[in-house]
């Protein structure tokens, strides 16, 4: 809440921030109002609500310089949002700072299908980059269950990835270059429009960092030929373990599919009382198998992956006969996280990843833990790379349901640690997980990643307090830039 | 370059103080805590001219010992490697299980930490991406003998800044690679070719196009240019039945060519003699970047990909082809010259060099890795 | 663009200002322009600027009667899948005037949190359009929501004294059938007349306030009204006996659709029952959260239908029969009327939907033409009701259907939003016709009064013009072998098509 947490004088440095703000960029695009400010507090994750002391809703790339600018001399710190749709919490605004966000950046700069390459500012949405290359026979690959409405730019701070990232990778393999604003209002080109560049490849390090190295301005996209032929089957298993074994099968027999999604009972619940997608009856496991590529080779590996299916005693295949099929089978998949609220109060979702090999064991880990919490849990997973998504389902009515919850999300990430696994496969770090960088990575190995954060942000003012449990002092500054530092305004200095 | 087993080593022309070769991460932790002068590593030695000769070299460091596979899970897909492991000996294990790193560079007896540090690749760049789509962890050694690693063990993994991107064709200015972890790809069952020749830099460009525009999905589409003219190579490697299927295609879609089952000899490997570049450059502009080259140059190009090898003449006039190739992103590189020459080894530098410069003084403030080799002198 | 942007805020020190423009590279305040893609609209609509300010409501935000269900407002995730739908979301790119955002500044007000003018000025942003049902995968039923909290507003909100005039004459005018018949008279004089081009051409008409210039230019054309028999005889056999609710706006401006829907009724085995005396069935009051009144009107029509003895109500307009439906929940907490308003909610039917139930009898003529068709917003996401006429079209030899791109997207009309926030809506009009246009169809089928108007009306501005007809004009045509030229030519010129040909307006 406004002046809960800070000082009076803290407050007072942000109001006059805004004004600053509306000189420079326009009153329309600052809003103090605390009835707005609000709307504003939290991303896709309902579990950590922050006010921000300024939303600054940028409308061109100057917008976001000037307000870093201004945010460096104040010594205030920012966040920048897209769509608001992260699950881990790094949108979420910092008490009394910045919030700049970038859903008005919505323009496709350049669509380039002889390169196969698309420029696009970071507002703009990922469904609209593949609906864009369309008539061009081009699609943008990474495809996250909520691409009709997150933004490239989020997509590029997480590194976002999605149901075909199995065969076709994630965010960072499909961005070719960036436009960065930096903390102190620099503006740089990461990468380009060529496959390599000179240098240390910082487009490499900056996407997935979470909006803690900058703010990304424009994005320049890779696309991708539509291919000659796509196949998509659902199959139906009596057990979660035929359905694993039959992911190993397909792997070992040296097929890639484009996609292999795994839902359980719970899951399939959900979603067919959410889109009655219609899956197959009383399955405690279904599968949802993608194939694309040359028509030969996609006909001749689904004939093989069904026989797969079959050996694994699949009681139903169903095969889509077209592109509505296809979409059909999809929606069930893509809509599960939030149809599970129509069969729970409330619900949380998880993101870990597993080795493959680890899945049948691990998921009779979990089921065993979330016996012993009393609480039960739906799954969905990109079952081809181990990306797990626990949806544990509770009632926030019930006198310490949420803290279990959230303790028993913890328990399985603790699990994927174990497995060797990781604690976030897509959904990010952020808010939510920094408590467990700890657990995956040594402090030397956190340090060594906040080396970069200390060249990029010294003053580490982009998105703090996301990401690393514990923030470095960076190097050759002596410490943080804190509110007393910061220079009279009166005096009309510049730093 | 030549790095021979006695005293008497040269690395880009410059003589180290003293080498060692330790045999495990713990040995190279400790070797860098011990000593304060400048460090260079190198692996086998097959890509030192890759980067501008070291302003000074107190001690080669020799990755050549570190050569474990120290895990394979075929079920995953995954393998981890330390970074002296000859990628020749790694592909060979991982065909036990039919699987194989989808990274085809032709230095022979080349190491994992060099690829890695050189950022080098070969044409099923095409398919499969180069080492930033394939290095899905690493640990390094760094200035201070901090040993830290970044990724990890699954291909699914946002936990943290990727760093291993960072330490991709940084020629060890960040700290020295200890071990890599890859993600892996089945082997294809077959394999086969189509070759055209291509008459000038137009239908170069123009053939390469209809390939990129089609539905087919070549491993690699490599163009030999011998200064005028040449030919163009497609690869199919997947099932017979698509091989076949998609050469026939191919063969129509390009109006003619020649099957075969094996690509050409000189499928890959890198031309020599005059100044050696590397180019880079948007794809669809390769007509136009090979205009641009001075005469008597030769090499290949992944023609699909915007990456070109090409030896040009000793006295061209580089900056002026950079020059040339600019308005598509172009940059030419250097990997090898005559020992004599002094060139521009990297080109100019770009708007962020200011951040790179920054990145480098974090991770090695004292300057000992590597001094001198990257752009702009870092 | 709004003049304040550039002017430096009241109060600043002419050292800050000045600090803060070399800070980014002016050199003086004035230097940093302002302006961008985002349309004006969006200025007003973030910070109010320009616009005149509803005051917050008195004491607490809501009270005891009917607020927003706390429980129907934590079925809310907050995923943002509804974001890409929200016609506003879609304008203005803000948080506030999204539904997840209104859905925030509900709780807000429910929890006793922060509520002021500008919550006020982003609920009433709302259209009412309820993409967002249609869009949200945990069935969060934000219709229920907003109607509550529209009511909350009317009761506890003041309004500025235009706004309140502009309501005022609003919801005194349409709702009542008989005073919108009186105006028809002078309505068609003055389309007669040519006083419309004349006040166009001189400028005198953008001088008015925009929502009077925005009635002006929607009002269409006026045709002879054709009475309506009380008792109208089924052809063949009687499959239903049905009542027809003859509408406010479409029965005043639309008396043909109303002709040709008791025609295509009566020819697929309907007996069509018009009662005489019916009252507007209170879709715009209900909408607008004017509770009393849209009770009144829903216990009339009860009255009058049960009276009427029918096995079906039908209504034509699609506000109007998401409304009907709706009767069941609007008098849940009224004894004596509960059950009866579930009676008459269970048989109410649009009668696309009712003749898709029933199944074609009557031989349909071919129209060899394509459509356009336009989902209305309380047809496909209120009612749900979008395959019913698109297969009575196809059943048509010769139609074929061409789907519009942002489907989902409101054209802006939103029962009487274009006439209280005219500068979205014609935003909104323009995406809508520029969707229509794209699709190269020869003629717009609509279901609704009010699409039909925003989308000729904006098509006109355009410069364009196209045939717009209502899917039972289309059906009765059809039946009666009307030649398709003839359809198309009355669709383009006939009533209801659009008198103002001025050329398109300065914003």
């Known amino acids: 809440m406004v002046g809960m947490t800070d000082t009076e004088q803290a407050s007072a440095r942000t109001l006059e921030l805004a004004e600053r703000l509306r000189a420079a960029i326009g009153a329309a695009k600052v809003l103090t109002d605390p009835a707005q400010l609000r709307t504003y507090e939290c991303d896709g994750l309902e579990a950590f609500r922050v006010r921000p002391g300024v939303v600054v809703l940028a409308e061109h790339r100057d917008d976001v310089v000037r307000t870093v600018k201004l945010c460096a001399q104040a010594g205030i710190p920012f966040v920048a949002r897209g769509s608001g749709t992260g699950l881990s919490g790094g949108a979420v605004p910092v008490s009394d700072g910045v919030l700049i966000v970038l859903s008005r950046l919505r323009s496709i700069v350049d669509v380039d299908p002889d390169n196969a390459r698309m420029v696009v500012e970071p507002g703009v949405i990922n469904l609209w980059v593949t609906r864009e290359a369309a008539p061009h026979d081009q699609l943008y690959a990474p495809d996250p269950s909520s691409q009709q409405v997150c933004s490239i730019g989020g997509n590029v701070a997480e590194n976002s990835g999605g149901a075909h990232c199995l065969k076709y990778g994630f965010t960072v393999n499909h961005v070719m270059g960036a436009e960065v604003v930096l903390a102190d209002g620099e503006v740089v080109h990461l990468g380009g429009s060529a496959p390599e560049h000179p240098g240390l490849d910082l487009l490499g390090a900056f996407v997935g960092s979470e909006g803690t190295l900058g703010v990304v301005t424009q994005v320049t996209v890779r696309l991708l030929r539509v291919p000659e032929s796509v196949q998509t089957m659902l199959v139906g298993f009596h057990s979660v373990a035929d359905a694993a074994g039959t992911v190993s099968d397909i792997i070992a027999a040296g097929i890639l599919p484009a996609a292999i999604e795994m839902m359980d009972a719970l899951a399939i619940e959900a979603a067919e009382a959410a889109v009655q997608c219609n899956y197959p009856e009383g399955a405690e496991a279904v599968l949802v198998i993608e194939l694309d590529g040359p028509q030969v080779e996609v006909d001749e590996q689904f004939e093989h992956v069904e026989t797969l299916a079959r050996a694994r005693h699949a009681f139903e295949t169903r095969i889509a006969a077209d592109a509505e099929d296809r979409a059909l089978m999809w929606k069930g998949r893509k809509s599960a996280f939030a149809a599970v609220g129509r069969i729970s109060p409330s619900y949380y979702v998880q993101d870990g990843v597993i080795p493959r090999t680890r899945l049948p064991e691990i998921l009779a880990s979990m089921s065993s833990l979330a016996d012993e919490a009393n609480l039960r849990v739906a799954n969905v997973f990109h079952a081809g790379d181990g990306n797990l998504h626990p949806l544990i389902l509770f009632d926030d009515a019930v006198p310490g349901a949420p803290k279990a919850a959230e303790e028993l999300g913890f328990a399985i990430l603790d699990l994927c640690i174990e497995a060797g696994g990781s604690i976030t496969g897509e959904h990010g770090v952020g808010l939510e997980k920094k408590s467990k960088m700890a657990g995956q990575f040594t402090a030397e190995d956190l340090d060594t990643m906040q080396l970069v954060r200390c060249a990029f942000d010294p003053d580490g003012l982009a998105n703090p307090g996301k990401l690393f449990p514990t923030p470095r002092l960076c190097g050759e500054r002596p410490g943080v830039r804190t509110a007393d530092t910061a220079p009279d305004p009166a005096l009309g200095e510049v730093f | 370059m030549a790095v021979r087993s006695d005293n008497n080593t040269v690395l880009a022309g410059v003589t180290p103080g003293g080498m060692a070769t330790p045999a495990s991460a713990g040995e190279v932790a400790d070797i860098l805590r011990s000593t304060t002068g400048t460090v260079v590593p190198v692996g086998a030695g097959t890509k030192t001219g890759w980067a501008a000769a070291p302003t000074s070299c107190d001690l080669l460091l020799r990755t050549t010992a570190l050569d474990r596979v120290v895990e394979h899970v075929p079920g995953d897909l995954v393998v981890v490697a330390e970074a002296g492991v000859p990628l020749e000996t790694l592909q060979g294990q991982l065909a036990e299980h039919n699987q194989m790193l989808a990274l085809d560079p032709p230095e022979p007896g080349a190491t994992l930490g060099g690829i890695v540090g050189a950022n080098a690749s070969g044409p099923r760049r095409l398919r499969f991406g180069t080492v930033r789509d394939l290095l899905i962890g690493v640990t390094v050694v760094l200035a201070d003998g901090t040993t830290a690693r970044a990724g990890g063990k699954v291909v699914k993994n946002v936990a943290g800044y990727d760093l291993g991107k960072l330490y991709t064709g940084a020629h060890g200015a960040l700290g020295v690679l200890v071990s890599t972890t890859w993600r892996l790809h089945p082997l294809p069952a077959a394999a086969g070719t189509v070759t055209v020749p291509v008459a000038d830099a137009a239908e170069a460009g123009r053939l390469a196009n209809l390939v990129a525009r089609s539905t087919l999905t070549p491993t690699a589409v490599e163009l030999r240019w011998d200064g005028g003219s040449g030919e163009l190579v497609v690869l199919f490697e997947s099932i017979p039945a698509s091989v076949e299927a998609q050469s026939a295609a191919a063969i129509e879609l390009l109006g003619g060519g020649e099957r075969a089952d094996e690509p050409p000899d000189w499928f890959g490997e890198r031309p020599t003699g005059g100044v050696v570049l590397r180019m880079a450059y948007e794809p669809h502009a390769l007509p136009r970047v090979l205009a641009a080259l001075p005469a008597g140059s030769a090499g290949t190009a992944s023609a699909c990909t915007g990456v070109a090898y090409l030896s040009v003449p000793a006295d061209a006039d580089l900056a002026a082809l950079r020059a040339a190739i600019a308005p598509y992103d172009g940059s030419a590189v250097v990997l090898g010259k005559p020992a004599d020459l002094d060139v521009d080894h990297w080109g100019p530098v770009a708007d962020s060099f200011g951040l790179m410069t920054r990145v480098k003084d974090q991770f090695d403030p004292g300057r000992r890795l590597s001094p001198g080799r990257l752009l702009g002198g870092l | ?507």
């Open chain 3, 1 to 507: 663009m709004t003049a304040d942007a550039n002017q430096l805020p009241e109060g600043a020190s002419r050292a800050t200002d000045q600090a803060a423009a070399e800070a980014v590279g002016a050199r003086r305040p004035v230097d940093l322009g302002q302006g961008g893609p985002i349309a004006a609209s969006a200025a007003a609509a973030t910070v109010g600027l320009g616009m005149p300010g509803s005051g917050p409501p008195r004491g607490a935000a809501f009270d005891d009667h009917h607020p927003p269900d706390p429980a129907l407002l934590d079925d809310c995730v907050h995923c943002g899948f509804c974001l890409p739908t929200c016609p506003t979301y879609v304008l203005w790119g803000e948080e506030m005037d999204s539904p997840r955002g209104r859905i925030d500044i509900m709780k807000g007000a429910v929890q006793g949190d922060v509520f002021d003018a500008s919550s006020v000025r982003h609920l009433d942003q709302c259209l009412g359009c309820m993409a967002c049902v249609t869009a949200c995968p945990s069935g969060v039923q934000y219709d229920k929501l907003i109607e509550a909290t529209r009511a909350q507003l009317e009761r506890r909100v003041t309004r500025p004294p235009s706004q309140r005039w502009l309501r005022r004459m609003i919801y005194g005018l349409f709702p009542y059938p008989r005073r919108l018949r009186a105006l028809r008279g002078p309505l068609r004089a003055y389309q007669a007349s040519g006083l419309g081009r004349l006040l166009a051409r001189s400028g005198l008409l953008g001088k008015l306030p925009e929502p009077l210039q925005a009635m002006e230019s929607l009002a269409p054309r006026l045709g002879k009204v054709e009475k309506l028999a009380e008792r109208t005889p089924a052809t063949g056999t009687k499959r239903r006996t049905v009542g027809l609710l003859t509408g406010c706006v479409q029965g005043t401006f639309f008396p043909d659709v109303n002709a040709a829907t008791v025609r295509v009724l009566a020819a697929e085995g309907c007996e069509v029952v018009v009662p005489r005396a019916q009252s507007c069935c209170g879709a715009l009051s209900a909408h607008a959260g004017r509770e009393p009144e849209a009770l009144a009107f829903a216990k009339r029509v009860i009255e009058t239908f049960e009276a009427a003895g029918v096995d079906n109500i039908v209504a034509n307009a699609a506000g109007c029969g998401s409304n009907l439906k709706d009767f069941a929940h609007q008098l849940r907490d009224e004894p004596g009327w509960a059950k009866r308003a579930e009676a008459l909610s269970a048989k109410a039917r649009d009668v696309a939907e009712l003749l898709d139930e029933l199944g074609p009898v009557a031989t349909r003529h071919p129209l060899p033409m394509t459509v356009a068709y336009q989902d209305a917003c309380h047809l496909g996401h209120a009612q749900g009701v979008r395959t019913q006429p698109r297969r009575l079209l196809r059943g048509i030899p010769g139609v074929e259907i061409k789907e519009l791109r942002e489907a989902e997207i409101c054209c802006g009309s939103a029962g009487t939003y274009n006439l209280l926030h005219p500068g979205p809506a014609r935003e909104l009009g323009e995406r809508k016709a520029g969707a229509v246009l794209a699709t190269g169809a020869q003629v717009m089928v609509t279901a609704n009064p009010g699409c039909w108007m925003q989308v000729a009306t904006t098509l006109a501005r355009m410069g364009q013009r196209l045939p717009v007809a209502h899917t039972v004009q289309v059906l009765d045509a059809s039946i009666r072998g009307v030649p398709v030229d003839r359809l198309l030519r009355r669709a383009l010129d006939g009533p209801g098509t659009v008198v103002s040909t001025a050329a398109p307006r300065r914003r």
